[in-house]
């Protein structure tokens, strides 16, 4: 069965300073991984995925399969990056099911 | 370029009543998903589709059916409302995998609330 975790329901962080969502996820084959984000009343949209390698909105995550982790890095957190983040999980082929964790819910301090 | 549309925004409902949750997408996606999103339990999936005339069951599928007779809809119906069904529900499209962009894409929600 596939599995995502997010250990942090709640994260603040001064503006400024780095930031670092956690995600590990369970899965015996090769999945591909997402992060995804919602804004205050904006509908959930994609923010990156570990195929495309790039960074978004000053964002970037490494997908580590010794670790089976994928965290979410940014190194100055601005005061728009508040937000909810949910990391996500879908196999590469076969089952279909996008996977998602709990959610993280991201404040910026100014 | 609509993406993916759901209605209606908010419903209110009594304890067992019925009713159905709409949702089409115009972007020719093969992969059609419901998602009920409650306070410390993320997005939970409840069915979803690969293809018309294919429907498969998520982790949450008790009280609810779903059917894809076309390509563009999926909806979610609620056989007997009960207030456990109080949740925010995302419909989502995605192509399937193998193709190159596998991005799910999202509706705007529904805010359902059973009283």
């Known amino acids: 069965a596939q599995r995502v975790t997010q250990p942090e329901k709640l994260l603040s962080v001064f503006k400024g300073a780095p930031v670092e969502l956690k995600c590990n996820y369970s899965?015996?084959?090769?999945?591909?991984l997402f992060w995804y984000v919602q804004y205050s009343r904006q509908r959930l949209q994609l923010l990156l995925r570990h195929i495309s390698r790039e960074s978004i909105k000053g964002f970037t995550a490494d997908l580590n399969k010794g670790e089976t982790s994928f965290h979410l890095k940014k190194p100055f957190a601005q005061e728009e990056d508040s937000a909810m983040y949910y990391c996500?999980?879908?196999?590469?082929?076969?089952?279909?099911?996008?996977?998602f964790g709990t959610g993280t819910r991201l404040t910026i301090i100014p | 370029n609509a993406g993916v549309t759901q209605t209606p925004k908010f419903q209110v409902l009594k304890t067992g009543q019925s009713m159905t949750l709409q949702c089409a997408q115009d972007?020719?996606?093969?992969?059609m998903s419901w998602y009920r999103q409650d306070p410390g339990m993320g997005l939970r999936l409840i069915h979803y589709s690969v293809g018309a005339g294919i429907t498969d069951q998520g982790e949450v599928p008790n009280g609810y059916n779903v059917s894809r007779s076309t390509t563009e809809d999926f909806p979610l119906r609620l056989l007997s409302a009960a207030p456990s069904q109080t949740s925010v529900y995302f419909c989502a499209s995605s192509h399937k995998s193998g193709r190159r962009n596998t991005e799910a894409f999202f509706g705007q929600g529904t805010r359902l609330t059973v009283v």
């Open positions: 996500a999980l879908k196999p590469n082929f076969g089952n279909e099911k996008l996977t």
């Open positions: 899965y015996s084959g090769s999945p591909e």
């Open positions: 972007m020719n996606h093969e992969y």
